[in-house]
């Protein structure tokens, strides 16, 4: 099970952190990402993080964003800074069971139930 948080309200140019909590499985060896679906368009990939802290961003939050991962405590993090008014989506996080560096939402078996990142101009 897979618990989003930490979305909200801010205006453009802020930061904003999301947590995503993992409960069952073996989270450490997951592949984790985060995923983004703005009103009326498809859901879309933002990051991701391998079992082993590798990471890949989607071109439109690189240099921006930055996910990490706790394996301490279960959680994924997505960081983001300079945010901008297009970045405004429900925020999903995903993991995957086995090892993946697909940015295909069927390689992720597990989901969170979004949260929502509203940026104001």
């Known amino acids: 099970q897979l618990q989003a948080s930490g979305g909200g309200l801010v205006q453009a140019g802020g930061s904003l952190r999301l947590s995503c909590a993992a409960s069952?499985?073996?989270?450490?060896?997951?592949?984790m990402g985060w995923f983004r679906q703005a009103p009326g368009k498809e859901r879309e990939f933002v990051a991701r993080?391998?079992?082993?802290?590798?990471?890949y961003y989607s071109d439109s939050v690189k240099g921006r964003f930055t996910i990490s991962r706790d394996n301490a405590k279960n959680t994924v993090y997505l960081q983001m800074n300079s945010l901008k008014p297009e970045d405004t989506a429900v925020y999903y996080c995903a993991a995957a069971t086995v090892a993946t560096t697909s940015q295909m939402q069927r390689a992720y078996d597990y989901w969170g139930q979004g949260t929502q990142v509203t940026v104001s101009s």
């Open positions: 993080i391998m079992w082993y802290s590798e990471t």
């Open positions: 069952g499985g073996t989270f450490s060896r997951y592949t």
